[in-house]
């Protein structure tokens, strides 16, 4: 029997194991959970083992979804978690937001979790949530709630969920692929255009009346689009998964996957730079100066500084990457730190060096 090595499976396929998670709906009084005290000369554990997602909110304080712990959160203080013991829906959180109440919603793969600062109020399809695999959240200009899942995607008007169907364009699927439904991301362009990311379908823009779909006809690097920006220049990019992974022939599981930017005209793919062509791509930010950074599988991360590709790839603990750099989630926070969330911890750019960030730091 093959044996699968700690950390190496792919996010993905941890998200569909993890979509198997139970949790019943209602309300709470949470206290967060601080991280407890560890015995002198005791090593000091990760955040979790995989770091989905990073998120800052209008108070300064550093969200953390992880996929076995919840949310951890740090105020600049103190690290401390919430979980379903504080009536979060479910512990494996990969998409955080906060509406124009100041509300935090937590998309977990078992539901819906908002949290107004003291109660936890949860979604299950059981309150029309379309699927309960959430994969995505974003509140556009207006407040609408829109909400991507493993099903499609669902909108939300602060009292009901509609379902928001998306047509399919004509594309060429493997045999084994099953993944089109899963709306991977969701983003408002400033012309107000949504942009609805998808695992097989591309990427399609919905202009408030019809739909404009792109995909690898167009020049899209994958079908399977796992992570989009719109930078200051009004490019939009796109990072793509490899789909020929999930084939169950581990010798045919190449294929198409990588970094793609679209101007508004025509595509462009980064075939000569390292790391970001046939590769798998989750993460692109945008920092405060105007550079992209890429999350490269396999490699680090890229800074782009509309000329030059830059590559950080020197970390204090590679032991815990697996392909050698999994970075899930990018965040420049209000102070300009970089921070990484990853398949084997969080981590954080200082001094060129991509450094793990335990329960004990360090935070500065």
Partial sequence: MHKIKKNTLPIYLLL???????????????????????LPGTPAPQIDEYVV???????????????????????????????????????????????QAGNLWFGTQAGLSRFDG????????????????????????????????????????????????????????LPYQNTMDWVTEILEDR???????????????????TFTHYTRKDGLVSNNVQAILEDRNGNIWFGSRIAERDHSDPTKRKGAGG????????????????GLHHTEIYAIAEDRAGNIWIGASGLGAYRFDGQNFTLFSETDRSDLMPYNYGIQSILEDSRGRLWFGCSGGLFRLRDAVILNITVDGPWE
């Fill in 16 to 38: 569909i194991l993890l979509a198997t998670i139970t949790a019943c709906t209602g309300q709470t009084n949470p206290k967060p959970q601080p991280v407890p005290n560890l």
């Fill in 53 to 99: 997602t990073v998120f800052q909110d209008n108070a300064g304080n550093l969200w953390f979804g992880t996929l076995a712990k919840g949310a951890a959160r740090y105020d600049g203080d103190t690290l401390r978690y919430v979980s379903t013991a504080e009536g979060l829906v479910a512990n494996a959180v990969v998409r955080i937001a906060q509406d």
């Fill in 118 to 173: 003291t109660n936890f109020t949860n979604y299950t399809t059981r309150d029309g949530l379309c699927d309960d695999r959430v994969s995505a959240i974003l509140f556009d200009k207006t407040g609408t709630l829109w909400v991507g899942t493993w099903g499609g995607v669902c909108r939300f008007d602060g009292t009901r969920f509609s379902d928001f169907p998306l047509p399919t364009p004509p594309v060429d699927l």
């Fill in 191 to 209: 012309q107000g255009n949504i942009w609805f990311c998808r695992d097989g379908y591309g990427a399609c823009k919905y202009d408030g009346k």
């Fill in 259 to 274: 970094l793609s930017r679209f101007d508004g005209r025509a595509f462009r793919q980064f075939p000569d730079v390292d």
